[in-house]
């Protein structure tokens, strides 16, 4: 009984601190600005400029790669693509284009293909780009093919909550794009950034003894992905805390006017963001601030954002901003710490040295359990890298290596959660489906080629597999298209 109860205890401390190192490492300079793009382009975004490039009825030869691109510009992990993707799909993108979207954008990180091709090696980064494009795009157009009707019924339905808004001020499109740099400025990892441009000395020394209190807390091995909290991360979690306070009482009823609580939520918003781009080393004499380029662009773009708001937004504009971007906190925030304290548990678990037995071979088996390693061992943007090194020193095939890399941005179970919460639960289980299959094709054929399969022979393996998926596709719409409509009275 006492050695049950251990690892009860053992699986939700696990889960706890994986949940508090998330808030504390990805949730800031990542989704708070995840979180405010989102919510402008709702609010400020006319639906006839979605649907002009992304839209249902938009020709498939520039809605499908306009996804591709915007999803390569805006190169993001996961947890920050899908809040975005629920701007898009709610503004009237087509259902074909935001899955586009919502795979490729954190599949192509730019940041991470290179770190895989430097870290791993070349042919898998080549092969996860490629491929990443070419299976998102047939997700897309798939989901798309399969839920026609509902596709028809979400643009109706934006039609009418979206009519009226025809074109967008300079102004606006100025704040968006303002709030774009603040998302790229906090998390790209290049060296003007991440350099030191100056440095402060302050005599705490009760902050070094709080970041090993918490290591002590929330024990972590850096060496499988896991990340431990900070002291910087204690503070940030409680101003976290602090700003879903304020903007539960300013922004729940912000259509009925500002109230002081209006500014001092996002008042600290701001302020949280200039904290978490700052880099603090604790020692034992005190506290070093590290004053980086990411710190000033961060403060930058703040301080450009405050103005704005002030000077150039409307007053409805700023109500519409602030509410939507409130309603996908709402929406997608508590999903997200539920999924991550469960991957936390599952993570708990699972143990990596599995794999050397089951994925070590380029089997179907061995691609699948690749993909389910994608879901319940979800690791952040860059930390997925070293980790498949590490699966990859341990014994796994090349082949399902990149089957893991493809459905880790994918298929998280937090996002698989959130993306239900968007698109409804058929939706995203079916896109699950598809997901997993792709990837797993995917890595079957790189592993065939690994192996010494020739090119020739392995581009008419995928010639065949898309034959086959395309006959079954055109079956299920010329059935669908051959149905007899129903009069309605």
């Excluded at 896109?431 to 581009?459: E, Q």
């Amino acid at each position: 009984m006492t050695n049950i109860l251990d690892t009860v205890l053992s699986l939700l401390q696990s889960g706890a601190g994986n949940l508090a190192a998330y808030l504390a490492a990805h949730v800031l300079l990542c989704l708070l600005p995840a979180f405010t793009i989102a919510g402008a382009m709702t609010a400020l975004i006319p639906k006839e400029t979605i649907t002009r490039y992304l839209g249902r009825n938009t020709p498939k030869y520039i809605s499908y790669p306009a996804a591709t691109a915007a999803g390569f510009l805006l190169a993001v992990c996961s947890c920050t693509v899908i809040p975005l993707f629920a701007g898009i799909y709610k503004k009237g993108a087509g259902l074909g284009p935001a899955i586009t979207f919502l795979f490729v954008a954190p599949a192509v990180n730019i940041l991470a293909l290179t770190y895989t091709g430097t870290v791993i090696g070349a042919d898998l980064a080549i092969a996860r780009l490629l491929l990443s494009i070419a299976f998102g795009i047939g997700v897309g157009v798939i989901m798309a093919i399969l839920f026609q009707k509902e596709d028809v019924a979400h643009d109706k339905a934006t039609d009418t909550m979206f009519a009226g808004q025809a074109s967008m001020r300079k102004s606006t499109m100025a704040f968006l794009l303002m709030l774009v740099v603040l998302l790229v400025v906090g998390t790209f990892q290049i060296s003007l950034l991440k350099t030191t441009y100056a440095q402060v000395d302050l005599p705490w020394t009760g902050v070094n003894q709080l970041q090993e209190t918490m290591f002590q807390w929330v024990p972590f091995d850096a060496t499988k992905g896991e990340e431990g909290v900070t002291a910087q991360g204690v503070v940030l979690i409680g101003l976290l805390v602090l700003i879903g306070l304020t903007a539960w009482k300013g922004l729940e009823n912000i259509h009925d006017g500002f109230s002081v609580w209006t500014w001092i939520a996002t008042g600290l918003v701001g302020l949280t963001l200039v904290i978490a781009s700052l880099g603090v080393a604790p020692h034992q004499d005190g506290v070093t601030l590290n004053f980086t380029g990411k710190f000033f662009g961060v403060v930058l773009s703040v301080l450009v954002l405050a103005w704005m708001m002030a000077k150039r937004l409307t007053t409805e504009e700023i109500q519409g901003f602030l509410w939507e971007t409130w309603r996908f906190v709402k929406q997608i925030f508590p999903l997200l710490i539920v999924g991550v304290f469960v991957v936390g548990i599952i993570r708990g678990i699972i143990k990596p040295e599995w794999i050397e037995a089951i994925a070590g071979q380029n089997t179907v088996l061995g691609n699948f359990v690749g993909v389910i390693f994608g879901v319940f061992m979800y690791f952040p943007t860059l930390v997925e890298v070293p980790i498949a090194q590490m699966f990859l020193d341990l014994g796994m095939h090349r082949g399902p290596l990149l089957a893991y890399l493809i459905s880790d941005p994918e298929l998280s179970l937090q996002s698989i959660l959130i993306t239900a919460s968007i698109i409804g639960r058929l939706k995203a289980w079916v896109y699950v489906g598809w997901v997993a299959l792709f990837s797993t094709a995917a890595g079957l054929l790189f592993g065939a080629w690994v192996n010494g399969t020739s090119v020739v022979l392995i581009a008419l393996y995928l010639a065949g597999f898309l034959a086959l998926l395309s006959a079954l596709m055109w079956l299920f719409n010329h059935r669908k298209v051959s149905e007899p409509a129903v009069e309605v009275n």
